[in-house]
């Protein structure tokens, strides 16, 4: 197949590799025009493309035929577009060049969901309720107005893996909050093997969490990744009946996608 990824950074680079690898003829675009050479080389079609801008000509020609695309940048702050509107209005540009008959694969995030909610499923929350003040709702909503049935969406957990050391934003930092609320974490290898398995399945129309199974709370996970690359320690604040934040499910990707975490636990991401 051919395969568009809008997007070549710390997950759609070795997303590309490993769809390349499978045989797919790998497409797509990068914001930096110094990366392009390194890309290329490494066997992709790229071209440069800065959504504050027009779109190239030669775009509609560059993806003619494109079976999927996957839609994998993030929201950028932009001050003098502050609304909730710009990160969507940014998605529904880049789809522009596509055919009607491409499907699309959206990662998106689970910080769509409320910390009000205590499990956060796909299928029991509604962004129609926050579309107008979450720009991922936002995001999402616009796209699916679009696509409909041709679009997939994929909401990430924290994306943890190759140069991600997430314990060095909290290493030796004093009265943390929130230490007995659970993390939501997914390691780079499985972001990779949910979009595969979407891929490979052909599963569209729907709405995955992809997230690790297992939730330790933030002052023990957090704690054993400083102990482990040898770190201080971080402190929490001793907090009584602080409400505990969300636990993404999962369950939906393991049953509909057939998928098995290759780390499902989070204290294996370090290994």
């Given at each position: 197949m051919k395969i568009a990824i809008i997007g070549f950074g710390w997950l759609g680079f070795p997303l590309g590799k490993s769809l390349l690898e499978k045989g797919h003829e790998i497409v797509g675009t990068t914001t930096t025009l110094s990366k392009i050479k390194s890309l290329k080389e490494n066997g992709f079609s790229v071209e440069q493309l800065d959504l504050s801008m027009d779109l190239p000509q030669n775009l509609n020609s560059f993806f003619e035929k494109t079976d999927i695309c996957i839609l994998n940048f993030p929201p950028k702050r932009n001050k003098s577009n502050a609304d909730n509107r710009f990160y969507g209005e940014q998605l529904l540009k880049a789809i522009q060049p596509f055919t009607a008959e491409t499907k699309f694969i959206f990662v998106s995030s689970t910080g769509i969901y409320p910390d009000s909610i205590s499990l956060a499923k796909e299928d029991e929350f509604n962004r129609l309720d926050l579309v107008n003040e979450n720009h991922l709702a936002f995001a999402e909503?616009?796209?699916y107005q679009k696509l409909k049935e041709r679009l997939t969406i994929v909401r990430m957990a924290g994306?943890?893996?190759e140069d991600?050391?997430?314990?060095k934003y909290f290493?030796?930092?004093v009265n943390l909050p929130n230490g007995k609320s659970p993390v939501?974490?997914?390691?780079?290898?499985?972001?990779i093997g949910i979009i595969e398995a979407i891929i490979k399945k052909q599963i569209w129309g729907e709405i995955f969490n992809a997230c690790a199974s297992e939730h330790p709370t933030k002052e023990a996970y957090y704690t054993f990744c400083c102990d482990k690359l040898k770190l201080t320690k971080p402190e929490y604040a001793n907090e009584e009946n602080t409400p505990i934040s969300k636990i993404v499910d999962n369950n939906k990707s393991k049953s509909i996608l057939d998928y098995r975490y290759k780390l499902d636990n989070p204290f294996d991401f370090q290994d």
């Open positions: 909503e616009v796209l994306l943890i893996g991600r050391l997430i314990a290493a030796g930092k939501n974490l997914i390691h780079q290898k499985d972001c």
